[in-house]
C-alpha cells in the first residue's frame, strides 16, 4: 500500500499534470490569437496604403479647388466694391437731379392748381391756398 506521502505526492503530481495541460491549452490559443492578430495587421496595412494614397489625392484636389474659389471670391469681393461705387455715382449724379426734377414738378403742379382754384373763387372770397 501507499504511505500517506506517495499518496500526497501522487495528488500534487495530478494537480500538476492538470495545470500543465491547462497552461498548454492556454498557450495554444494565445499563439493561434497572435497569428490571426499577425495576419489581420498586414492585410490591414495592405488595405490601408491604398486608402492613405486616395486620402492625399483628395486633400490634394481639394486644395486646388479652394485656391480656385478663392480666386473667385477676391474677384466677387472687387465687383462688389465696383458695384458699390457705381451705385455712389449713379445715385449722386441721377438720383440727386431726379429728386430735384420730381420737387420742381410737384411745386409747378401745385402753382398751377392754386391759380385754377384763384380763377375759379369770386374775388375777395378767402385764400388762394388750398387747405391742407
Not at 54 to 60: I, K, L, R, Y
Not at 62 to 91: F, H, P, Q, W, Y
Amino acid at each position: 500500500m501507499l504511505t500517506a506521502a506517495e499518496v500526497a505526492g501522487l495528488v500534487v503530481a495530478m494537480f500538476w499534470a492538470i495545470l500543465v495541460c491547462f497552461l498548454a491549452v492556454v498557450l495554444v490559443r494565445a499563439a493561434r490569437l497572435l497569428t490571426e492578430t499577425t495576419k489581420l495587421v498586414s492585410e490591414l496595412g495592405d488595405r490601408v496604403v491604398p486608402l492613405l494614397d486616395d486620402v492625399t489625392a483628395t486633400v490634394t484636389e481639394a486644395n486646388r479647388r479652394l485656391v480656385a474659389v478663392e480666386a473667385i471670391t477676391a474677384d466677387v469681393k472687387r465687383v462688389s466694391g465696383d458695384m458699390a461705387k457705381v451705385t455712389g455715382v449713379a445715385s449722386t449724379f441721377i438720383a440727386g437731379p431726379l429728386i430735384k426734377l420730381s420737387a420742381l414738378s410737384y411745386g409747378l403742379r401745385g402753382a398751377a392748381r392754386n391759380r385754377v382754384e384763384a380763377r375759379r373763387l369770386p374775388a375777395g372770397r378767402g385764400s388762394t391756398r388750398r387747405p391742407r
